[in-house]
């Protein structure tokens, strides 16, 4: 069997991460390319059934990638997104899964480098914990 | 003269003139059909739905009135109950309509519902294929028996009907789907403290076999599934009616448009419409104050004095409403206990659980020095919830998106 390559959906606020994201592509900053970025008004946009799709779908890990703590384009949409994903992560556990598969993460859209560090990390992470349990054979 | 004779006497006699003019009727009158389509003996669905059906949005404008002057024109149709992985409470909510229970006689041979009526599977199969009218099926499937049954009553049906949260969605039995059979069986069985079984048998626990060899022969139970399914996921379904059990009004909707259907040929709604509910949250008729506060402590009901008039989301206590379909008239959060969910999602999403996560994360203010605590403090607050994937999926969590546990199985 070959190596793992883990699938990583990367939901990302359209006013920071993504521009990091951006940013990290102008630099020439090496990553793997695991991941699929999808563009969100705001973390807080991102709706737990998201996430459990995401899930239900395949993906083995997915990431959230929000503004810094005050720094929210919408004022508070990240802390919103902060609580739904520590109480996201519960149902995760509950149901089986590792909470390790769903992280949350401040990018700003002037940290190109913090952005390759956070998603190389991640899809290190996943590829110790292996496949998503729900896919057959895995 | 028989009983129901007599009480249908009784009724007659206490309604008086008002009943002479007409017996069914409904809030707004139903367009007869031509004279060659008036139904005869089974009735089939009917393509094309007249608009007045077609609204899932509201409640249905047929309703129930009274009861009916005697048999359909084209003679009874006929009916049937049954149940799969429930408790029997959908079972006897028909009787929850009162004196209207007197329709569904005038309406139908019961053919099939064993908690009434007299009746044998073997009956059931000689039956021709689509002879009966209309079955109510509730309950999950969650064994052998439940599926054939299901199976054999959609062949026998023209239409099914899933009956009640646990046909719908699981149900609660659907929690079943976070163990696996022998999980179940092993703490059933074995671990339970408190069952008899148990305390005679500690050692040597005695653990159901699905055959027996008995002296008097072979003998056979149903086989226990690893997964808990809704109705729709083993048949076909043609109407649904949500609720743990539905509650009157529903099952009023249901019967109004059976008998506008039977007695007026009116169209029956489009395939797959939701019966006797709303689209929207159960908080659209709960008659209850919402000030959209934000709670720092999750309470249960009898930890506090509930105010009668104030939202209950508002006062600490986890109220599903926000996350539940209408339709049920809010019975629950008006007698002081928050509603469980079993309206299920609303029409707008498919996760009742998620829906009802947002809201509840949202309920938690700000705090003023939010931008600089860490992650833990969150998870501090969070944990208040207690057991959030059998709270928030209560009677969904067989037809969540994930379905049932998982197991990790690691990196290599």
Not at chain 2, 259 to 275: E, N, Q, R
Request: glycine share 8%.
């Amino acid at each position: 069997m070959s190596e793992f390559d883990p699938k990583i959906i990367a939901f990302c606020c359209n006013w920071c991460s993504y521009a990091g994201a951006d940013g990290a592509g102008v630099a020439r900053l090496q990553m793997p390319t695991n991941f699929r970025i999808i563009r969100t008004m705001c973390s807080a946009r991102v709706d737990p059934e998201h996430i459990l799709r995401s899930l239900a779908k395949g993906a083995d890990g997915v990431i959230v990638l929000g503004c810094h703590p005050a720094d929210c384009h919408y004022i508070g949409g990240n802390y919103r997104a902060r609580r739904r994903m520590a109480l996201l992560r519960f149902v995760l556990e509950e149901y089986g899964f590792d909470p390790k598969r769903l992280k949350l993460e401040w990018v700003s859209a002037s940290e190109g480098e913090k952005f390759q560090k956070t998603m190389t990390e991640f899809i290190d992470d996943i590829k110790g914990l292996g496949p998503n349990p729900i896919k057959e054979g895995a | 003269m028989s009983f129901i004779a007599k009480i249908k006497d009784k009724l007659f006699k206490k309604v008086g003139d008002k009943m002479e003019e007409a017996a069914i009727m409904a809030d707004k009158p139903v367009e007869a059909a031509p004279a060659e389509a008036a139904p005869a003996g089974a009735p089939v669905i009917v393509d094309s739905p007249p608009p007045q059906l077609v609204s899932t949005s509201a409640v249905f404008p047929i309703e129930l009135k009274a009861i009916l002057p005697g048999a359909p024109p084209g003679g009874k149709i006929k009916f049937a109950h049954y149940w799969g992985a429930g408790c029997g409470g959908c079972d006897v909510s028909m009787l929850d309509i009162h004196e209207k229970i007197l329709t569904v006689n005038d309406m139908a041979d019961v053919v099939f519902w064993p908690i009434a009526v007299d009746g044998k599977v073997k009956d059931l199969e000689a039956l021709d294929d689509g002879e009966i009218t209309v079955t109510l099926f509730n309950g999950a499937v969650r064994n052998s028996e439940n599926e054939h049954m299901l199976k054999l009553l959609r062949q026998k049906s023209t239409i099914l009907v899933a009956y009640g949260a646990c046909a719908m969605w699981g149900g609660m039995p659907g929690l079943a789907n976070l163990h696996n059979t022998e999980e179940i069986k092993k703490y059933v069985y074995t671990q339970t403290p408190t069952m008899k079984a148990f305390q005679d048998t500690q050692d040597s626990p005695v653990i159901p076999q699905e055959v027996y060899q008995a002296p008097e022969g072979e003998l056979h139970i149903p086989t226990l599934y690893d997964t808990v399914l809704a109705a729709d996921d083993v048949v076909d379904i043609d109407y649904y009616v949500p609720g743990c059990p539905p509650q009157q009004t529903s099952i009023n909707v249901l019967l109004g448009a059976l008998v506008g259907h039977v007695y007026h040929g009116a169209a029956l709604p489009p395939k797959g419409t939701i019966i006797g509910a709303a689209e929207k949250s159960l908080c659209e008729e709960c008659p209850r104050k919402k000030e959209s506060r934000r709670i720092t402590k999750v309470v249960e009901p009898y930890e506090i004095d509930v105010d009668p008039d104030q939202c209950l989301m508002d006062q600490g206590i986890i109220c599903m409403g926000p996350a539940t379909r209408a339709g049920c008239g809010s019975p629950c959060t008006q007698a002081g206990q928050p509603c469980r969910g079993c309206y299920g999602p609303t029409g707008a999403v498919s996760e009742q659980g998620a829906s009802m996560l947002t809201a509840v994360a949202s309920l938690f203010p700000v705090l003023d020095n939010d931008a600089l605590i860490d992650e833990d403090e969150i998870i501090d607050i969070m944990s208040q919830v207690k057991d959030p994937l059998g709270y928030f999926y209560q009677f969904t969590l067989a037809k969540s998106l994930i379905k049932r546990a998982v197991k990790e199985k690691g990196g290599k």
